[in-house]
Structures are given as C-alpha cells and as structure tokens.
C-alpha cells in the first residue's frame, strides 16, 4: 500500500464514564469506571492505521495538556501531525457516558481542532496515491468550516475523497455541505444522516438519491446499520447490501469510525467495495466487544474473525444496475 490517509478532521481528549443508566434530570449517578483516552477522529485514524495504512494527521493540535496527551497516543500509534500547534488554545475535550445497554451519549468542548485555516493547513500536501478523509464535526465549527471547505475543493481531481457527515450534521450550513458532497468520493453515514441529506425513505432509495442528487462525483455510498451492516450502492448502479456479524457488544463508541478507517484501508488496496464492506463489517463488530473508542482490531485479527465466522444471515444481496 503505498498511499496515505491525510486525515484532516479534529481530534480530542474523551472522558469516559460507564454508568448503568443516564441519570434523570437534577441527580448523580456514580460511574463504575473512568478512562481518558484519545477520541474524536483518532478512532477512525487507528482503524486505518492497525489494518495497514499509513495515517498522517492534517488537523490541529493545542498547546496544553490535552494536545500533550493526544500527541503522545498519536506517536504510539505511528500517526505523524503535519501541522504545528496552536500556540493559544488546548485541543478540545468530549464526556462520554457510556450506558450498560452499550449506548453512549456525549458532551463536547471545542478546543484548537475547531479553528482551522489556509495559512494552518499550508503543511498538508497530498501526493498521487494518497486517500483525504474529514469528518463533519469540522464543518460544524464556524472557524474551520470555510478554511476546510475551499482546501477539499481544491484537491487534485485524483484524489479521492471519503467524507463522513456525523451526528452533528444539522450544525453544517447546507450550502457548505453541499459543496463538500460535490467533491466527495465516498461518502460514509448512518441512516440518520442519510435521511437528513436526501430526505426520509428506505435505505435504497435513499442511497439512490444520496449519488443522484447530492454527490455527483461519488465512487459509491455507504450506509451503515449497526449491527446489521451496511448498504453500498455503487456510481454504476450495482448495489448491495452486505449484513453484519453476530456479536455481544459491550461498547458501541467509535464503531462507526472503524468501519469508515477499516472500509477505506481495504479499499487503498485494492479490495473491491463490496468486499471492503464486509471487512469493515467484521472491523467493527470485533471493536464493539472491546472497551474503549479506538478498539479497532488488527489487520490478522480481522482476518482471523472472518475465517471463523459464518456467513452473516442473508450474506448480501447484489442489485444490478438499473434494478
């Protein structure tokens, strides 16, 4: 693999709570454990990283203890920053609480990662072969959104670019947002937010319009449904939908941002999309049995899994085009 992914989104410091439930409003709950750990898009910097990409960090770091700490877990994952620091804010923080049924909620700090600009973002050259990954917690900040937007179309038009709206899709102006779909190669979402961008549906129909409407240039989308996998319907009209892996989860945080690192890693290699789909399937039902956001597995774990594992019910069923 001779590419890299230039991931340009924002990466922070999580706070992780496990609790048994989310306290109603007005009391406390006591959490059974406490972790702080590297979150944000470090999760799906890892993914790519563990199954054999080279990950090179093309966001801002802070200047304080938190950017320290995220620093040092890049350097243990072999992840180079591009970029020097900010030399007045922090890198952000996030609380998570983590519930027993394996749900997460959060509450999040904008820190140096949430202001971007061109004259920031000089260092980060994208060369043939290279993958540019962002995310729209980005495009959510006022400060970065229209520094990150220009530099993404301004890519080389060979580049491909992976994008993956988040939860916070509803903070990114819609004509930003649809400058960034006009540029995106692949686009990654859940339902949710496939339905926010093309309008409510079934998950084909929406994958439909997702490439008709709003990303012209797009290989294919992918959107993903927890544990029952994921649908890719391709530029070409042939889509599947290819199922998920039976597993006990014990903490769905950063599962989606695996599937996006593992999806696109497989992919710089040449593994066809369907294909990379149920690698990345695999990625993530592994990652929910672990604790913790960057749990992503490796490259031979992944492997191993798929050897022993049966084929999902109902494997995937491939569309044609035109279907």
Same mark, same amino acid.
């Given at each position: 693999m001779s ?6 989104g924002?990466?922070v ?8 439930a989310?306290?109603?409003?007005g009391?406390e ?11 944000g ?11 054999g ?6 966001g ?5 203890p ?5 620093r ?11 970029t ?5 804010m ?11 049924d394996?749900?997460?909620t ?6 140096a ?6 004259d ?7 060369a ?7 995310s ?10 229209d520094?990150?937007?220009d530099?993404?179309?301004a890519l080389? $038009? ?8 988040t ?6 102006p819609?004509p ?23 309008g409510?549906g ?5 994958a439909v319009?997702?490439?008709?409407d709003?990303?012209?240039?797009a ?11 994921c649908?890719?319907r391709?530029a070409?009209?042939t ?16 599962a989606?941002?695996?599937?996006i690192? $593992? ?20 990625a993530?039902a ?8 960057s749990? $992503?597995p ?5 492997q ?8 999902p019910?109902?494997a995937?069923?491939?569309?044609k085009?035109?279907a």
């Amino acid at each position: 693999m001779s590419g890299r992914l230039v991931h340009v989104g924002s990466a922070v410091v999580d706070y992780v709570y496990r609790i048994d439930a989310l306290p109603a409003p007005g009391m406390e709950k006591t959490a059974s454990s406490f972790a702080q750990v590297a979150g944000g898009g470090f999760n799906m910097m890892v993914a790519a990283s563990r199954t054999g990409m080279r990950v090179v960090f093309g966001g801002q770091l802070g200047s304080g203890p938190n950017g320290d700490f995220l620093r040092a877990a890049f350097i243990a994952e072999g992840i180079e920053t591009l970029t020097p620091p900010s030399p007045v804010m922090d890198s952000g923080n996030c609380v998570a609480m983590i519930s027993s049924d394996a749900e997460r909620t959060f509450v999040s700090w904008p820190g140096a990662e949430s202001v971007l600009s061109l004259d920031m973002m000089a260092p980060v050259a994208v060369a043939p072969g290279d993958w540019v990954f962002t995310s729209g917690y980005t495009l959510s900040y006022p400060k970065s959104r229209d520094a990150l937007t220009d530099w993404i179309e301004a890519l080389p $038009a060979g580049i491909p670019f992976v994008f993956d709206p988040t939860p916070v899709i509803t903070d990114i102006p819609r004509p930003i947002l649809s400058r960034v779909l006009a540029r995106t190669t692949w686009l990654s979402c859940n339902t949710t937010e496939a339905a926010e961008i093309a309008g409510p549906g079934d998950v084909e129909g929406l994958a439909v319009r997702l490439l008709g409407d709003h990303c012209p240039k797009a290989a294919g989308v992918v959107i993903r449904s927890g544990a029952k996998g994921c649908h890719i319907r391709l530029a070409d009209g042939t889509a599947q939908t290819v199922a998920g892996f039976k597993v006990t989860a014990i903490d769905t945080n950063g599962a989606g941002d695996t599937h996006i690192g $593992a999806f696109v890693s497989a992919l710089a290699r040449g593994i066809p999309p369907f294909e990379a789909a149920r690698y990345a399937n695999a990625a993530a039902a592994i990652s929910v049995t672990r604790h913790g956001g960057s749990s $992503a597995p490796t490259d031979h774990q992944i492997q191993t899994f798929l050897s022993h594992a049966a084929d999902p019910a109902g494997a995937g069923r491939t569309q044609k085009a035109n279907a």
